[in-house]
């Protein structure tokens, strides 16, 4: 059984910084896609970020310079880094591994005021 488990959301103003955490656990294995999504209430679940097991990244255009996403292999640990936040990112974010299908955790609120 995977478990994955987000720490580090919270409420912001715009301009300023938060860093999410998502810790996995179970039979996770050493070659897991890993990533973050969120979903801001009334709109689309919106892919945020992803990072391959050795460290490729990937951003959304809305994210791309302001977000860094990073991993710890050896902690089975995945963060986002979010700079520059702005009103608009405010959501549920969500972090999933891939092991043969897509794991989530429970989600973490960034709320950024303006």
């Known amino acids: 059984q ?5 720490s580090g959301g919270g409420l912001v103003q ?8 998502c810790a996995a656990s179970g039979t996770i294995g050493s070659n897991n896609f890993m990533g973050w999504y969120r979903q801001a209430p009334g709109k689309q ?7 391959s097991p050795g460290g490729t990244t990937g951003y ?4 791309k310079g302001r ?9 089975n640990t995945v963060y ?3 700079n520059s ?7 549920a974010y ?21």
């Open 2 to 6: 995977v478990q994955l488990v987000e």
């Open 14 to 21: 715009a301009g300023g910084s938060l860093r999410l955490s």
């Open 45 to 51: 679940r919106e892919l945020v970020a992803t990072i």
């Open 60 to 63: 959304a255009d809305s994210v």
């Open 67 to 75: 977000f860094t996403i990073s991993r710890d292999n050896a902690k």
């Open 80 to 82: 986002l880094q979010m």
């Open 85 to 91: 936040l702005k009103p608009e990112d405010t959501a």
């Open 94 to 114: 969500y972090c999933y591994i891939v092991i043969l299908r897509q794991y989530w955790g429970q989600g973490t609120q960034v709320t950024v005021s303006s």
